[in-house]
Structures are given as structure tokens and as C-alpha cells.
């Protein structure tokens, strides 16, 4: 019976696979228009999302949100293209439309192929699962310590990123290396309220099915934190309530307050973006609290000032189809040039820029001077490779990667899967922003999300070694 179920899934995924290959056999034949791919697009990344979050149950998985992201980043440009404030020639647009609707179609082939793959059944309480909760628990045991220690670290580096205005950052960025840059940043990051507060949080969900008072403290840290100049976490601050608390919400609900947390979070975006500005933690604040209290006299468009920070990395993607294949050929030595990025630059001086920084360099180049950057859209990387064809193939190994982590966080499940996704889940806004694949498994993957979470674990495994054990009499 159990592979009968099995061949039938792998029947549905191979059903979904042909419908795909017809849809972009058609999208080839009749796609001479870029209405065609604009419609397409829309359709698409509805069917994708309703299926991969089950008929909109589960909005926050992995692939929905992937998918959606991919679009989400095209609306500012995309309506400012048709309202004809960006000028595009009508074979831009084709290319333009065409390559986000290949890039739709390329995910979702990853991640069917994945699952095609491998086996689709879910492992219960494997060795691997045990003692990753195991660590878990044993670092929510720890929970006050870890916060102790978060706050020393927290105080004495400042609210800001790096204890530093932005403007600073700036000359910080330009006069470190990046090897250097990672290890000053590695204990505030092992040991952020972000992340002891996601502990927090998923441990009282497991436990209690409420919040304790650490929790709303870690959260007021949080907040505090996000105001300072860390945007990226309140999304993921959002993600963690709602990934732990989700089974307890009442499914007609989900929809509105995601839509609801959607508009908050620009409109929080815009506030940090504006404070940023001051010079220090108290200037911050003060011009936070500046720009709300003139929330009566703003219009819709002063709200969504944060809409912006998904204008900026597409306008890259823009900037590319207008100069490429014209004024500069298609890089077929990209994703050589993506795996050499591994190597430390002060092994390999000579080592070719990552990619935003080769745009900036490009066609920013005063920018460039000033030590200023611009995140790189997905799609970038893609269509520099080799066009809409690269971005396909950029997105169906993106698929596949996500489809892994999936299997990975439901495998290991219970309190300790719904912490690693959630502490994951912004580096999925990086994906969006990110270059290439290489990179990305080694930013994000490995030096963002398991060297961390191994230090912390680590630690708290060491700690609990030390404390002297009660003997039972």
C-alpha cells in the first residue's frame, strides 16, 4: 500500500512536471508579445504558490515564499515600466517578462525534479533529528544565560549594525576585508537577541503555547535592534510567530495578517530608513519617533518609502537588459568565476569582484570609488550567464537547493525544524538580493546559518558539560 502511495505522489509530481514542459513549449511557440509573458507570469506564480502552500494553508513555506519573493521584487519596476516611466523597447520587454516567467518555471522544475529524485517520505526521529533537538532544548535550558550574555554583547556594540551610523559603515566596508569583517561580527551574531529570542519564542510555543516574559523582553530587544538599523529583522522576527504559532491560528486568518504584515513591514522599513541617519542609538530613536509623529500629515506614498528596497536590486536587472548582449556579451564563465569566489581573497588577491560589486564597478563607477554598493537581484546573475535561458537554469538549482532544505527542516521537525527555518527564512529575502548560486550556498548557508547556530549550540553543549550534575541518591 505504502508504495502505491508512493508511485501515485510520484505519478502527481511527473503529471505537474508534463503540464509544466506543455505551458513552456507553448510559452516559446506563441510568446512573440510581452503581454503574453506578463499574463503568464502573474498566473503562474499564483498556480505555484496556491501548490506549494497548499491551497494558501501554508503561506510561509519554503517554495511560497520563494516564489513569491521572485515577484514581489518585480512590482515596483514592473508597474512604473507599464505606466511608461521606465522606457523599454518592445524586444527589452519580451526579454524583460520573458526571462522572470523562465525564471518562475525554472524553480518549479527544481523543485519537482528534487522531489522526483529522492524519496518523498518523511524520516521520523532519526539520530540526526534527536540530537539537533536535543541541542535545541539544551540551549532553551540555557535561555537566560544566552540572554545575559546577548545583552553584555548588545550594550557594548550598540543598537546599530556594527555599533556604527551608516554613513561609517560605509568607510568600515571599504577599509576591512571581508574575512575580517565576518569574524568582528561572528559573536554578535552567535550571540544576537535575534536569535536567542527565536529560541525563546519556539521553545514557549512547544512548551507552553504562550509566551513567557523573556520573550517579550528578547522581542523588545528586537524591536529596539530593527529600529537601530537591523530592517531585516523584524521579517524575521514576523516569520517566527507565525511559524510557531501558525497551528494554533484558525486558517481564515493566515491570509489577512500576512497581507497585514506585508504593508506593516514597509511602512516599519521606511521609518528605519529614515532614522538611520542619526549618528547615534539616541539620535535613531529620536528620529523614529520623529517620523511617526508626522504619520497624520503623510501620504500613501511617504508610507511605502520602504517600497524602494525592492525597486533598488531589480533596477540592476533593468540595467542589464538594456546592456546585454548590446553593449556587453553574456558572461558563459560566470559560474566559474561564482565558485572561485570561495576562495579568501587573501589567498587569491586577484580573484574576479563578486557580481554586485562588478555592477556597481560597471556602471556606477563613482559609487563604485566611494566604497557604496547595490544589492544584485536573482535574476541578474541569470541573465548575464546566458540570458533567459540562464535564468532557468539559474532558478532550477535554486529549486532543487530549497527542496533539500525543506526535506532537511521536516525531517529534523518538532522545536528545533521550526527554529532553523525560521532563523533561515531571512536568508531567503538574501536569495532575492543575493548573486550567484556558489555564493549563496557559502554566505548564507554555511557562514550566515550553520556556523551560528553550531557556535551557539556548541556553547551551550560546553556549558551544560561544566554545570555540575545532581546525583540521584
Known sequence: MVGLMKKLHLASNYRILFIFIVISSLCGIVAIRWQFWLIFEIA???????????????????????TGLIVLYTLPSSILILQGKIALSDTELLMFFSAIGMGLVGYAFGVLFFKGLFSSKKKKNTQLSKKINALFWLAYKYRYVLTFIACIVLFQSGLMPKGISYRESITYRVETTVVTRYF?????????????????????????????????????????????????????????????????????????????????????SGAVRYARGGETSIEVIKKFYEYFSNFKNMTFTDLMWGWSSLNSPFSTFITLIKNIPENINFDYLA????????????????????????????????????????????????YLFAGPIGVFIHLFLFGALFEWLNKVFKMIGTAAGLF??????????????????????????????????????????????????????
Open 44 to 66: 503562474l506564480c499564483m498556480v505555484l504558490v496556491a501548490y506549494f502552500s497548499k491551497g494558501f494553508r501554508d503561506l510561509l513555506n519554503i517554495h511560497s515564499v520563494a
Open 420 to 473: 532553523l527555518y525560521s532563523y533561515f527564512f531571512v536568508e531567503l529575502l538574501r536569495f532575492v538580493m543575493g548573486c550567484g548560486f556558489i555564493v549563496f550556498i557559502k554566505a548564507s548557508l554555511i557562514l550566515n546559518f550553520v556556523i551560528p547556530i553550531t557556535l551557539l549550540f556548541l556553547f551551550t553543549f560546553v556549558l551544560d558539560s561544566l554545570i555540575p550534575k545532581k546525583v540521584k541518591s
Open 335 to 382: 559560474y566559474a568565476r561564482d565558485f572561485v569566489l570561495l576562495i579568501p581573497k587573501a589567498i587569491y588577491p586577484e580573484r574576479p569582484l563578486p557580481y554586485n560589486e562588478w555592477y556597481v564597478k560597471t556602471f556606477e563607477p563613482e559609487l563604485f570609488k566611494i566604497g557604496g554598493g547595490k544589492t544584485f537581484y536573482v535574476l541578474g546573475f541569470g
Open 184 to 268: 568582528n561580527s561572528l559573536i554578535p551574531t552567535v550571540f544576537s537577541v535575534l536569535m536567542i529570542a527565536m529560541i525563546s519564542i519556539v521553545g514557549d510555543s512547544k512548551k507552553h503555547k504562550k509566551l513567557s516574559w523573556l520573550s517579550y523582553l528578547l522581542i523588545i530587544l528586537v524591536v529596539l535592534s530593527v529600529i537601530g538599523g537591523h530592517r531585516i529583522w523584524v521579517i524575521a522576527l514576523f516569520a517566527c510567530f507565525m511559524i510557531s504559532f501558525q497551528p494554533y491560528l484558525k486558517r481564515k486568518y493566515m491570509l489577512p495578517v500576512v497581507i497585514l504584515a506585508f504593508f506593516s513591514t514597509f511602512v516599519m
